[in-house]
């Protein structure tokens, strides 16, 4: 795997420092997803600042699931995450579940409670809630706050022993009701749930939080820069507290950056999870969702999506990002890459009445015509072929250089042709076009004796491959949510088109996750999954212009 050199950001000027000074070895990091979900693009800006830090200072990255949560989480998940970051192209060093370490975590909640900093409570969670204070108010001191240590040793074992019901008992670490910080007003670290663990099966009834499993496994794994996003910068001074007063041997340091946010689309894992559930779109690698996957099934390669994590940097404040320039990065890795074809996407027949009836003559067309070494191929032509509907119109508007009755056009890669008559159906829509072809205009053959201001696309019929297209738009409508409106109500109903008409010959046997460029309509990938053989669908990954430019 080419690995490029990540631009500078102020995470990047840390770690450099950090070799610089002695202070760190070998440079750790770690990508820590919650196995809940499918990984989006947001996760991939995580996935690429992570390994590629890592990699420029020869360092190592670990995967590893934060796995604390049973209730929400699964194996088809923790699956779907590997395959994911492997596509990407990186290979972790470590492979680590969060639940590995709970045996390590049950004992250091030990250490805390012997040193007078946790206690087991019994209010409930309401309860706590409530006594938490605010920003303004402080919060208030638990009653069971100061139950001996042996009491608390006692309760602790009785609620890993599943003595106790799910909300019955918490342990709380025992900091400061008063601070500032409400992440240190006596955090909940360990609370009992009856739950089944994907990995730990039923051997523990009680589960450690988020926030106290998370430092002590950067610690566990010897990670030295624990990079995660912004919404934990308040969670720091607990993070250390935890570090340092479970007297973990190494001590690992978290930096926050911005998260990533893209125009038209959302991007939380349960918002994800809830447009799969309810069936708005055909699963988690639907190509309109901003998943790995499904931008993968969409078309998107592994280096654009690398490409884009790189060039929008690394913030240290929020923004929002416009999914034009993802597309932009598609585009650039595709335009010399993939061979550029001709695709009828909503067909009308056009009959070449001088044609002879029965000839068939193979073309010369390149492949790229940007990239000469992709060669040419050969494309039939004959008395009947397929245009676009949009390419005909019984009365066009000025300035329209496309067919209409009388007017003459290039078909690319062949020759000009005339429209001189015009089939309608009972409606009055064009059904059929007859037209006449000059055998003197053929393309490459040097001719020069008039111009026409059209060209267009064309698929010759009889040796056609008929094929679906899939269109998409943004599935998100980018108004903010009005009271009582939630995202769903946002959904475009636009955001599909499927339309079926007809490739070149030479695509027949192409095979999924191949991808074209269709003249005139932009990138397509060839959809895994709903493709038969001799029968392929084509997503369309992008359109060829943007009216923007990065
Ligand atoms: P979501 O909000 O989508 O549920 P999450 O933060 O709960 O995301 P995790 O599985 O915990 O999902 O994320 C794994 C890692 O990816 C974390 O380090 C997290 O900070 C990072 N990450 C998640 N979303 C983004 C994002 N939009 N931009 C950058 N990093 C992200
Ligand atoms: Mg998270």
């Known amino acids: ?104 975590m049950y004992e250091r909640a030990l250490v805390l409670i012997r040193k007078g900093l946790a206690f087991v409570d019994d209010q409930t969670p309401d309860q706590i809630r409530e006594t938490r204070g605010t920003l303004t108010a402080p919060g208030r001191e638990s009653p069971y706050r100061n139950r001996s240590v042996e009491e608390n040793l006692d309760l602790f074992a009785r609620m890993k022993n599943g003595e106790f019901s ?47 499993a998370h430092p002590l496994e950067d610690a566990i794994e010897g990670v030295t820069h624990s990079i995660c996003t912004l919404e934990f910068e308040d969670q720091r001074p607990f993070y250390d507290w935890v570090v340092r007063e479970c007297e ?6 978290q930096y926050e950056f911005a998260r990533l946010n893209l125009t038209n689309t959302v991007m939380s894992k349960r918002k994800l999870k809830q447009l799969v559930d309810e069936k708005a779109v055909d699963g988690w690698d639907d190509p309109r969702m901003p ?40 585009r650039e890795d595709l335009k010399l890459k993939a061979l550029r074809t001709m695709a009828v996407l909503q067909p009308l027949k056009v009959v070449i009445t001088n044609y002879p009836e029965g000839q068939v003559e193979w073309l010369d067309a390149e492949n790229n015509s940007e990239n000469p070494e992709m060669g040419h191929r050969q494309i039939p032509f004959s008395r009947e072929i397929y245009i676009e509907q949009d390419d005909f119109m019984d009365n066009p508007p000025p300035k329209y250089f496309r067919l209409f009755p009388g007017n003459e056009v290039r078909l690319k890669h062949a020759y000009f042709i005339k429209c001189e008559e015009v ?58 949510d009005e009271e009582g409106q939630s995202f769903l109500d946002h959904l475009n109903p636009n955001s599909l088109e499927v339309l079926e008409g007809f490739v070149e010959q030479g695509m027949k046997d192409s095979t999924g996750g191949d991808k074209f460029q269709f003249f005139r309509h932009g990138y397509f990938n060839v959809d895994p999954k709903d493709s038969a053989a001799g029968r392929p669908v084509f997503n369309r990954i992008v359109s060829l212009k943007s009216s923007f430019e990065v």
Request: aromatic residues 12%; negative net charge.
């Open 423 to 480: 089939v309608h159906d009972s409606e009055g829509n064009a059904i059929e076009l007859r037209c006449t072809y000059d055998p003197e205009t053929k393309s490459g053959s040097g001719f020069t004796g008039r111009k026409v201001k059209g060209t267009i696309h064309w698929v010759e019929a009889s040796h056609a491959v008929a094929a679906q297209f899939r269109l998409y738009e943004p599935l998100i409508s980018n108004e903010a």
């Open 291 to 330: 998943t790995i996957s499904g931008l993968r099934r969409k078309g998107y390669t592994p280096e654009a999506i690398r490409t884009f994590c790189r060039e929008i940097g690394v913030a240290k404040s929020y923004g929002i990002v416009d999914e034009r320039m993802l597309e932009h990065f598609i």
């Open 1 to 104: 795997m080419e690995t490029k050199t990540p631009s500078s950001n102020f995470i990047k000027n840390i770690v450099t420092e950090d070799i610089a000074s002695g202070k760190v070895k070998e440079v750790v990091t770690r990508f820590p997803p919650e196995p809940n979900g499918y990984l989006h693009i947001g996760h991939a800006k995580s996935i690429c600042l992570n390994f590629e830090l890592a990699a420029e200072f020869k360092g190592r990255t670990n995967l590893r699931f934060d796995d604390t949560n049973p209730v929400k989480e699964d194996v088809e998940y923790v699956e779907s995450i590997k395959e994911d970051v492997k596509w990407l192209g990186f290979q972790w060093d470590g492979l680590f579940f969060a639940s590995d370490y709970f045996g390590e």
């Open 248 to 253: 973990m041997k190494w001590v690992p340091h």
């Open 166 to 212: 799910d909300g019955q008992k918490v342990l709380r670490a025992k900091i400061d009701m008063n601070s500032p910080n409400v992440n240190l007003r006596d955090p909940i670290i360990y609370r009992v749930l009856h739950a089944h663990h994907h990995n730990t099966g039923d051997q523990w009834c009680i589960y450690p939080m988020y926030a106290y």
